[in-house]
């Protein structure tokens, strides 16, 4: 596989970008994953026989990326609008944010390491 593969889901929709390098694909891994913090908000979920989920407990979007050598990263969309981000795909590892940095840029640090 040749470059990079963003794939975005939100609710039930799927959609893919493709990128040439690993800058482009951070890119178009940012931009959409900032259209869906604006546009998601999400109510709790359950609460009376069964367990209550808060917005920030639900994942409303997730933006993945797909590159050579089987690496694979993405950032989760929490249905308050917040953002976390993680690498690996069966067993995703969150990347731990620094100081003043956001998910998309604590990402690229890891990404490019």
Known sequence: MAGYVVTIRSGAKVTH????DLDGG??????????LEQSTRARPLGGTLV?????????A??????????QHAG????????????????RRTLVTQRDGESPY?????ELSA
């Open 75 to 90: 950032v989760d969309i929490r249905g308050d609008g917040s953002a976390e981000a993680f690498t690996g795909r069966l």
């Open 17 to 20: 970008e493709r990128a040439a």
């Open 51 to 59: 367990r209550r989920f808060d917005p920030v407990q639900q994942v």
């Open 61 to 70: 979007g997730r933006i993945e990326l797909r590159g050579p050598r089987r």
């Open 105 to 109: 840029d604590a990402l690229r640090r």
């Open 26 to 35: 951070l890119r178009a891994l940012e931009r959409r994953a900032r259209e």
